[in-house]
């Protein structure tokens, strides 16, 4: 058997992973400490009650003979794939509901959407970047290049000048790991020159729904053109606390046609040999988002974690540390204070503080010296940690 040299090319320990492991290790020295995680972005939970409620009903029906669902459509349900659609068009990102896919959540599709490409293709990755999708082009054979985003452009790069050697370029706005948000001009920029030089974007919107600027681009879609470039990945992890539930989307627009063949059909083509799809019970949660009472409830936590990050902000800036993020988006990113590495800092707070969180350099190279904070989590867990952090930067004066 040959193995997958891309696989075995993998850095050794996914950096969430090396952050448990850490974390679980102290944890065994110090029992007494109770951590408080500012590390992962995974909610607080639990779910709201229009989503519970819709599963429920869910549950009972696949518990009668007449209202048993087998293998749904691998695509999606159609009541969902139209709620999605109408959701996005209502605020200026035309879809129509045969251009939804549902997932399982959007990490399986940032990696799955890569088969669209052949192997040795080269993509476009920021550098700080959410590494399961650097790690995804390694496993499947395609070439991650680098794209640094930093201070010098406020985390926020731009086209590279020149003609590129590329074939994709992700983008993830807000971003993780930085927080910065494309505007409109931005990302018109970015679309002009996929149309331009023929490039696939994969557009990751999965914190999109913490921007509250309408000023500011939530979909890609927004933008004139993109339907011929770009293929947007959404989320309900973020949006209403899907990280344990698992469901997500994938636009692909039935104009985004690639040397003839519309991207559309052969995803279809791909998903129908890879899924099944996701469980009817979950989609009927998802759906239930959409609903009056789903929005107002989601829209409450959204609004939570939102006020947290500003209290994170505010706690950063009082202990004087630099910082980027933390408006529209759940994560700050933060510059390691007195030139330390993001894993010396990280060892650092979890000594002095006992408040994990997340070493920049586990999200690319040029993360190394930066950190990252999530703002999920529980409100009085977050003002704790705050507490401890400002406490803990006295020892560093
Ligand atoms: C993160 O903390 O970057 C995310 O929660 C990870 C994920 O969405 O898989």
């Not at 990490?107 to 550098?127: F, I, Q, Y």
Request: glycine share 10%.
């Amino acid at each position: 058997m040959r193995l997958n040299s891309g696989l075995l090319s993998l850095e050794e320990a996914y950096v969430f992973a090396e952050v448990r492991q850490r974390t679980q290790r102290f944890s065994a020295g110090r029992p007494e400490v109770k951590l408080i995680s500012l590390g992962i972005g995974d909610v607080p939970g639990p779910l709201c009650p229009a989503v519970t409620r819709a599963m429920r009903r869910a549950v009972k029906e696949q518990g009668r003979q007449k209202s048993f669902h087998g293998y749904g459509p691998e695509q999606g349900y159609p009541f969902l794939r139209q709620q999605i659609a109408a959701s996005l068009t209502a605020t200026g990102a035309p879809v129509q509901p045969r251009e939804v896919f549902i997932n399982d959540g959007a990490k399986t599709d940032l990696g799955g959407l890569l088969d669209l490409l052949e192997p040795g293709s080269r993509v476009l990755l920021c550098d700080p970047t959410y590494p399961a999708v650097w790690d995804d082009c390694l496993i499947r054979g395609l070439e991650p290049v680098r794209l640094p985003a930093d201070e010098g452009n406020d985390f926020l790069p731009m086209p590279p000048p020149g003609k590129p050697d590329l074939d994709a370029v992700y983008l993830c706005s807000p971003a993780n790991p930085t927080g910065a948000v494309y505007n409109r001009a931005q990302l018109s920029a970015w679309v002009e020159y996929a149309r331009a030089n023929e490039l696939l974007i994969l557009f990751d919107a999965a914190y999109a729904p913490f921007i509250s600027d309408p000023a500011l681009p939530r979909s890609i879609y927004e933008i004139p053109g993109a339907h011929r470039c770009a293929i947007e990945i959404g989320s309900f992890s973020k949006l209403a606390g899907f990280t344990g539930t698992r469901c997500g989307y994938a636009i692909l627009p039935c104009e985004l046609i690639v040397r003839g063949y519309p991207l559309q059909t052969l995803w279809a083509r791909r998903q129908s040999a890879r899924t099944n799809g996701v469980s009817y019970v979950v989609q009927c949660g998802a759906a239930a988002v959409y609903s009056p009472a789903g929005r107002r409830q989601t829209a409450k936590s959204i609004a939570r974690i939102s006020e947290n990050a500003a209290l994170l902000a505010e706690t950063l800036k009082a202990a004087g540390l630099s910082y980027w993020g933390g408006r529209h988006s759940p994560y700050l990113w933060v510059k390691c204070p007195r030139g330390l590495s993001s894993w010396a800092f990280f060892d650092f707070l979890l000594e002095y503080g006992g408040v994990v969180g997340t070493p920049g350099v586990g999200f690319g190279a040029a993360g190394e010296g930066y950190f990252r904070f999530s703002a999920f989590g529980d409100p009085a867990q977050l003002q704790i940690g705050c507490n401890r952090l400002l406490r803990a930067m006295d020892y560093l004066r």
